[in-house]
């Protein structure tokens, strides 16, 4: 790589993030294939699915494995009548373009609000200033490249699970399917990533259960109507110890 | 919206980015419905029917207008064989979950490397510096939200065209369409973009004919590989006055 600077030109040797095609294998057919960063595999499998409505809880899944060679997780599920609609629907579906980070909108699973667990949780603003500043620590130790985003699961101030993604949709599966996979129930946790907060994101985390998400981006106008509306706390520009409270701000602690 | 400081929390009154539902209407019947920026809807219309192969250039159109209601694009093109074998094909493909900037991979058009038009084009390091500015300009000007990518078509130092949007490859299509309908060939143009660089990005890039693609961000390895084979220079961390060049380096003269 060749390094201009104003007024000198370097060559340096780069590390560059790997983007590779990841397939999900489910009940022996293809169900899609994923440009993601090949870490946290099997989280990303089971993550999807569970956000786009093929799996409701761990139970479902029968078998899960992964052929390193592909790679592709190959995966057998209790297909419920729900999820064999959505994937016959699914198949009639023209969704041309979905390349790598447009906006396509498919026929995702239901929309799905914050329930009576997540009705009365409340959050320390310290401890997402704690948390945040983990997370911002292994960030730094990840920031070779510069071209991922992140995610992490974190309970008050500590952080369980840290993922990271050239997709943060694929970040944030990553800490979905974590949570399925472990165990971890996301009903009184706090979710940190580094991506925008678009609606369909805000889609994703209720209907995984977690009530507080927080962001070092920006939102929409569209994803705090949202979050709004499906009672979850969506915090933004979270950069050192500043944050902004975008809805539901009663769940958070001023201590 | 609520901002927590380190000492204080205070209330005020934030602005953020619009993000709608805008369907494109090929031929009569609904092909995409895309999550955007509600900005330059007619150039995303066609940059993004361009990009996804459905048209070849600005003649492919016989119709085109813009329903502000829906808002929706109507367009009627001039079916190729090509392209009524893609729609075709798409009709019978499952891509379930492409939800928003997940890495999903779709069988797009072939990818097209770079022509003998571009094969001796070259462009100064000083012209690159001050396009950026220019950009990053424009850029301060919109930034109230923070939440959105840009991407620019640059002659030389010269900003012809600048868009913003939620999504990195709807900033790009609407620069691609730009082209398009102005008819401005992008053969030797440079293009700077917010977002970080992806094989699918690259594709888009060399499809399109453009030489230079310029990133604030950072580019992964399969972008740089199908950079480096397709004929395109890939710069990369364009911050001020330093750049990286990842690909194709000798199209950039040092002065």
Partial sequence: VLRFHADRVESFQDTLVAEIPFTVQLNGEELVTILCTPEHLLELAVGYLYSEGFIG???????LGLDRAGP?????????????????????????????????????????????????????????RKAL???????????????????????????????????????????????????????????????????????????????????????TSEAVRLAEAFGLTLIGFARGSRFNVYSNGWRVERT
Same sequence: chains 1, 2.
């Fill in 133 to 219: 500043r983990e997370v911002n620590g292994f960030a730094e130790l990840y920031r070779r490249t510069g071209g991922v985003h992140n995610a992490a699961l974190c309970a008050g101030p500590a952080v369980l699970f840290f993922s990271e993604d050239i997709g943060r949709h694929n970040a944030l599966d990553k800490v979905v399917g974590r949570s399925l996979l472990a165990g971890i129930p996301l009903d009184d946790k706090t979710v940190i990533t580094s991506g925008r907060i678009s609606s369909p994101v805000v889609m994703k985390m209720t209907r995984a259960g977690a009530p507080v998400l927080v962001s070092r981006s920006a939102p």
């Fill in 72 to 128: 592709s997780a190959l995966v057998t599920t209790r297909l419920s009548v729900n999820a064999r609609d959505l994937y016959e629907k699914r198949k009639r579906l023209i969704t041309p373009g979905c390349i790598d980070a447009a906006g396509i909108q498919a026929p995702g699973p239901d929309a799905r609000p914050l329930g009576a667990e997540q009705a009365s949780l409340t959050v320390r603003a310290a401890d997402i």
């Fill in 57 to 63: 809880n761990k139970e479902d899944i029968l078998d």
